[in-house]
């Protein structure tokens, strides 16, 4: 795996990563029965492709949402470890990337921006929480998913005809 992403053009494997990421979640759209079972392994498994995804397109959180959407159908279990798994992540690519010294003055301009609409929809997601039945919140994640995984194949299929001409 490890000489697939250090061979292989970014764009491809953005793509691949892209295509996958549909058809699961397309897959978890229209049958909403749990895809996975849930177990250390298929943790390890996801954690892993999350990684893999991670450092190869930047998508550290869709394998990872798509796995704990995709072996529970309890909507506050799911919304609880997806919010520590992110939470977890996150903390650990920022002391990566403090420890590789990969941030920048404007590194820290962009997120003292930022900051006011991350907390603004937070607090939008924990309020509408309460009030959304748990099938709609499934779907809204999941359109979420969808959205990701297009951004990222025409994206990259767009980076790839530049590359091309």
């Known amino acids: 795996m490890i000489l697939i992403l250090l061979t292989a053009d970014k764009q491809i494997i953005e793509i691949v990563i892209g295509v996958l990421l549909f058809i699961l979640t397309v897959r978890l759209l229209v049958n909403y029965q749990p895809l996975f079972a849930a177990s250390k392994k298929n943790s390890v498994v996801f954690g892993s492709i999350s990684g893999i995804f991670g450092g190869a397109a930047g998508l550290y959180g869709p394998p990872a949402i798509l796995y704990l959407l995709g072996v529970s159908n309890d909507a506050k279990q799911s919304r609880k470890n997806i919010f520590v798994f992110?939470?977890?992540?996150?903390?650990?690519?920022?002391?990566?990337?403090?420890?590789?010294?990969?941030?920048?003055?404007?590194?820290?301009?962009?997120?003292?921006?930022?900051?006011?609409?991350?907390?603004?929809?937070?607090?939008?997601?924990?309020?509408?929480?309460?009030?959304?039945?748990?099938?709609?919140?499934?779907?809204?994640?999941?359109?979420?998913?969808?959205?990701?995984?297009v951004v990222l194949i025409l994206n990259s299929l767009y980076r790839l005809s530049l590359l091309s001409h």
């Open 86 to 149: 992110l939470t977890i992540e996150s903390v650990f690519l920022g002391a990566y990337y403090l420890f590789y010294d990969m941030y920048t003055v404007q590194h820290f301009h962009i997120t003292a921006y930022l900051i006011p609409f991350y907390a603004f929809t937070i607090w939008l997601g924990a309020h509408k929480f309460v009030t959304i039945d748990k099938d709609r919140y499934r779907k809204i994640l999941m359109y979420m998913l969808v959205i990701i995984s």
